[in-house]
């Protein structure tokens, strides 16, 4: 069992800057972060993996949010840059045990472990 604690969230104005950080109690095979609008599904917005730092985007975020990673403390920040309104969700830090191939990187199924969530509040 990995048990995964996120920290950082909030509310910014538009054009404003958040990061998030997932600490995980054990080595996983990848982590990532996914977000849960209200009325929309959950998905997927960020992947590293963990023995080669291999990184995957949503590709609409790119540019402005990065996500990065501590080895020795096992923790993945997102930073999040010029966040706007449609931003506003929850944020879920996720990390999978189990290897999987890289077109499932942002696939809620290929994930072991959920954090908590974290809401992120971008007003106008």
């Known amino acids: 069992q990995v048990q995964l604690v996120e920290s950082g969230g909030g509310s910014v104005q538009s054009g404003g800057s958040l990061s998030l950080s997932c600490a995980a109690s054990?080595?996983?095979?990848?982590m990532g972060w996914f977000r849960q609008a209200p009325g929309k599904q959950r998905e997927g917005i960020s992947f590293?993996?963990?023995?080669?730092?291999?990184?995957y985007n949503l590709d609409s975020l790119k540019g402005r949010f990065t996500i990065s990673r501590d080895d020795a403390k096992n923790t993945v920040t997102l930073h999040m840059d010029s966040l706007k309104p449609e931003d506003t969700a929850i944020y879920y830090c996720?990390?999978?045990?189990?290897?999987?191939?890289?077109?499932?990187?942002?696939?809620?199924?290929?994930?072991?472990?959920w954090g908590r969530g974290t809401q992120v509040t971008v007003s106008s």
């Open positions: 590293i993996r963990t023995n080669d730092a291999k990184i």
């Open positions: 996720a990390a999978a045990k189990t290897p999987f191939p890289d077109w499932a990187a942002l696939s809620i199924s290929a994930y072991d472990y």
């Open positions: 054990a080595y996983t095979f990848a």
